[in-house]
């Protein structure tokens, strides 16, 4: 399997569930990164993963919770979320985190919080 | 975070028609890219351009990096319904983490048989 995996493909969720949101990358990859897609608004980089260690959390509410067992898998887990956390979650994966490495994405996860 | 201005929003056009979108900052980048994203799927990269004045040509599409690096274009010539999907720009800055790509919101392309 190639690129990059993301499952569940939807998830509904209520306020007080657990749930985890799961990347997989099969390409080789050392960078792995969370994103939110919202309407209307840019994508927001939420974590950043170099070489399986977190470099980057930017400024995300501690309800979102990253994991990266190893350099091919990324998981984000979510507690007690809000209805503006309703979103497309993309997972995406670069060579490394330098600027001329282009992402692959995943087809992401529409997370929707009831 | 370094903020991107794509114009327009929105874009119908009919097929076989040309049509130019834009990407401005005030910020200066490393590099620039293009992604296009279909609905309900992840933004595929196009295009990756570093160097100030630098064109790149894919089939009908041309991406040009300002003499400043500061904006883009990315010219569609003879568009096709195969063109419909978001088109998204992307500038490296230096972050925490080495580099992260900062997004803009997009523009969302229509084309119509």
């Known amino acids: 399997e190639t690129g990059v995996t993301q499952t569940p493909r939807h998830l509904v969720m209520g306020m007080t569930n657990k749930k985890s949101l799961k990347c997989e990358q099969h390409?080789?990859?050392?960078?792995m990164y969370w994103y939110k897609q919202s309407a209307k608004k840019p994508l927001e980089l939420m974590f950043v993963?170099?070489?399986?260690?977190?470099?980057e959390n930017n400024s995300v509410p501690s309800r979102f919770s990253p994991e990266c067992p190893n350099s091919s898998h990324l998981f984000l887990h979510l507690h007690t979320l809000q209805p503006e956390d309703s979103a497309l979650y993309l997972c995406?994966?670069?060579?490394?985190?330098?600027?001329?490495?282009?992402?692959?994405f995943g087809s992401g996860t529409r997370l929707t919080v009831v | 975070t370094q903020l991107l201005e794509q114009s327009p929003q929105f874009l119908s056009i009919q097929e076989g028609e040309n049509l130019t979108v834009y990407c401005n900052s005030s910020?200066?980048?490393?590099?620039l890219q293009w992604y296009r994203q279909e609905p309900g799927e992840g933004p595929v990269l196009l295009v990756t351009?570093?160097?100030?004045?630098e064109v790149k040509k894919l089939k009908r599409l041309t991406f040009q990096f300002g003499d400043a690096r500061k904006d883009s274009s990315l010219h569609i010539t003879a568009a096709q319904p195969g063109d419909t999907g978001l088109y998204l720009c992307?500038?490296?800055?230096?972050?925490?983490?080495?580099?992260?790509?900062?997004f803009g919101k997009g523009t969302s392309l229509l084309v119509t048989p």
């Open positions: 910020s200066v980048f490393s590099s």
């Open positions: 993963y170099n070489f399986k260690e977190q470099t």
């Open positions: 351009v570093v160097t100030g004045g």
């Open positions: 390409l080789g990859h050392n960078a």
């Open positions: 992307a500038g490296a800055s230096p972050s925490n983490s080495g580099y992260a790509l900062n």
């Open positions: 995406a994966s670069s060579q490394e985190a330098r600027p001329n490495y282009g992402y692959t």
